[in-house]
C-alpha cells in the first residue's frame, strides 16, 4: 500500500510543477490621480476570460495567468480607460500599480422639454370631439374677458341667466331657454347642488378652465339626469382646482 501511495504522489508532482512553469500571479492596485483607491474597478487579462473588481482600497488579484507579455485593461465610469503591459514569468508574482485619469464633463446642449397634461380634462376634450353639446376651451373664455361665470354663461344660444329671489336676497338662476327649469351644475366631474345661492359664490371666472353645456337630450352617460338631477340640462365648469394651471 504504502509503494502505491509514493507511485501516486510522484506521478502528481511534475503536474503541479508544470502548471507553476505555465502561470504566474499578478496583483495590483487602482487608483485616481489624487492617490485615492477606486473601488468597483474592472481589470480584466487582454487575450484571456480573467476578469476582476477592485475591492474597496482598489486591490485586485489574479492567481493564475498565462506566462509571456500581457496587457491589463483597467476600466472605471467616468474615468478614461488605461491599458498597463506586463511580463508575465512562470512561478512569479508580479505587483502593478494603475492610476485612472477623470473624464472632463462635457457640456451638453440645453433641451427644452415641453408636457402636454390635460388631467381630467382628456374626457371634457374627448366628449368635445365626438359627441353633441356646446365647449368652451380656456382660450375661448379669456377671449370673453368675464368678470364673473354667469358672464360667459350668458352668451350660449341655449341658456338665460335670470335674476330670482333667494334665501341670502337676489340669486342668478341658469335656465334652459324658454323655460324656469335651472340647469344642474357639475364642478371638475362632481354635481353641485345649488338653489339659493347663485354659481358666482362657488366658482371665480379667472379659475375656469374649460365648459360644457348639454340639454336634456344631450346629456352623456356620465351625467345621467336620474343620478345627477340634470333634468333640464347640465353645465359642467372645469377649474385650475386639480387641473393644467395657465401661465400665470
Known amino acids: 500500500m504504502r509503494g502505491i501511495a509514493s507511485l501516486t504522489f510522484i506521478a502528481l508532482m511534475p503536474v503541479a ?8 500571479s499578478l496583483s495590483g492596485r487602482i487608483s485616481g490621480a489624487d492617490s485615492l483607491p477606486l473601488a468597483r474597478a474592472r481589470v480584466s487579462v487582454v487575450g484571456t476570460d480573467l476578469v476582476a473588481m477592485a475591492d474597496a482600497n482598489g486591490a485586485f488579484m489574479f492567481r493564475a495567468v498565462p506566462r509571456g507579455s500581457r496587457e491589463i485593461d483597467v476600466r472605471l465610469l467616468g ?22 485619469v477623470a473624464l472632463e464633463p462635457v457640456q451638453m446642449p440645453s ?18 370631439l365626438h359627441g353633441p353639446g356646446t365647449f368652451l ?39 334652459q331657454r324658454g323655460s324656469r327649469c335651472p340647469v344642474m351644475f357639475y364642478v371638475n366631474g362632481s354635481p353641485v347642488p345649488i338653489a339659493d345661492v347663485a354659481i358666482n359664490n362657488y366658482v371665480a371666472a379667472e379659475d375656469l378652465m374649460a365648459i360644457e353645456i348639454f340639454s336634456t337630450s344631450e346629456l352623456p352617460a356620465q351625467f345621467n339626469s336620474s343620478a345627477g338631477g340634470a333634468k333640464c340640462g347640465m353645465v359642467g365648469l372645469w377649474t385650475r382646482s386639480g387641473n393644467l394651471p395657465d401661465n400665470r
Open 17 to 24: 510543477s508544470l502548471i507553476a512553469q505555465e502561470t504566474g
Open 79 to 100: 474615468y478614461s480607460p488605461q491599458r498597463v503591459p506586463v511580463d508575465i514569468r512562470g512561478g512569479d508574482s508580479v505587483f502593478i500599480r494603475a492610476r485612472l
Open 137 to 175: 376651451t380656456r382660450d375661448e373664455i379669456v377671449r370673453m374677458h368675464p368678470r364673473q361665470v354667469t358672464d360667459v354663461l350668458r352668451r350660449i344660444p341655449g341658456l338665460q341667466v335670470r335674476p330670482v329671489a333667494g334665501f341670502y336676497g337676489e340669486n342668478l338662476a341658469v335656465m
Open 111 to 128: 433641451v427644452a422639454v415641453v408636457a402636454n397634461y390635460n388631467g381630467s380634462l382628456r374626457a371634457f376634450e374627448e366628449r368635445r
